[in-house]
């Protein structure tokens, strides 16, 4: 096997590598990316923070190979919906409230 980080060939079952120190990713590990289960829940609750939890899990899962990148996927796509519709509504509330003192002012005159 090489190592991924100097390119040297190693022993296959090296931890870590003898010229560079880095370690091998050998041993494949199967739990879930804690990051990608803050970011599903933080999307829920804080979509800012849920988006931002979840691209930087997505990014880990595929750098360690951990599970959850389905996870942080469900926590992207949930946030942007989320902030979407956020938006649409600031927009519509800010054009009735603007229709709203328009009409007003020339029920006033």
Known sequence: MFCKN???E???KAAICTYCGVATKNETSSGTNTLAIVG???SLLVPVAGLVCSILARKKCRESGEGGEGLARA???ISSVELGLEFVSVLVFGFAFVLMVVIAGSAAM
Do not use: P, S
Request: hydrophobic share 50%; charged share 25%; glycine share 16%.
């Open 40 to 42: 599903f829940v933080l």
């Open 75 to 77: 926590g992207i796509i």
């Open 6 to 8: 100097c390119g040297k």
């Open 10 to 12: 190693i022993d296959d």
